[in-house]
Antibody
């Protein structure tokens, strides 16, 4: 059974840093692209960042590029998101997602339960 | 990158059919058959119900179907059931600097 479980969320002051992790199990982690998607009540769902399988190429949303870094630990089957210079508008529930393996691959076939990040003084 | 346009809410009675639209541009919805749809119940993570416009993942009811015409994709739910009451989001690949865009979401009420 595919499982994704995020951790690392919490309250942080503006300008601070936070590191999210996602423990993946039930599938061959290295063969799938993975991503982070966040959700706020006002803006809905927003794609944040993606990392490819094997080669590990990365992409970022304009809103986080230069502040966030996505990475994966192949030995621990873990997806990470290092978030620096956090802003109030980064406040959201962050979901770890697995990209689909069929067709385009531009869809998320599994989602974690999410972790809440609150940026506030 | 602007979000894809969806109606804020739709409603229907049990047994009826409803359709939710998702409008983008030629840079996303209209340019590629890479539209997906997600169902989200309150307090839960989204769940994939349609990918690449028309494909249903294993285990998803055949009451859910997808289509596309031009820059607008659609999700149709037939034989509405009370458990279908949820928020629905569309998503598409985009050729812009943001390669994956989402719709603003549609709240479905089953009366």
């Amino acid at each position: 059974e595919v499982q994704l479980l995020e951790s690392g969320g919490g309250l942080v002051q503006p300008g601070g840093s936070l590191r999210l992790s996602c423990a993946a199990s039930g599938f061959t982690f290295s063969t799938y692209a993975m991503a982070w998607v966040r959700q706020t009540p006002h803006k809905g769902l927003e794609w944040v960042s993606k990392i490819s399988g094997y080669g590990g190429g990365t992409n970022y949303a304009d809103s986080v590029r230069g502040r966030f870094i996505i990475s994966r630990d192949w030995s621990k089957n873990t997806l990470n998101l290092q978030m620096d210079s956090l802003k109030a508008e980064d406040t959201a529930v962050y979901y770890c997602v697995r990209h689909g393996a069929y067709g385009s691959g531009y869809y998320a076939d599994y989602w974690g339960p999410g972790t809440l990040v609150t940026v506030s003084s | 990158q602007s979000a894809l346009t969806q109606p804020a809410s739709v409603s229907g009675s049990p047994g009826q059919s409803i359709t939710i639209s998702c409008t983008g541009t030629s840079s996303d919805v209209g340019g590629f058959n890479f539209v997906s749809w997600y169902q989200q119940h309150p307090g839960k993570a989204p769940k994939l119900i349609i990918y690449d416009v028309t494909n249903r993942p294993s285990g998803v009811s055949n009451r859910f179907s997808g289509s596309k015409s031009g820059n607008t994709a659609s999700l149709t739910i037939s034989g509405l059931q009370t458990e279908d009451e949820a928020d629905y989001y569309c998503s598409s690949y985009s050729i812009t600097s943001t390669p994956w865009v989402f719709g603003v979401g549609t709240q479905l009420t089953v009366l």
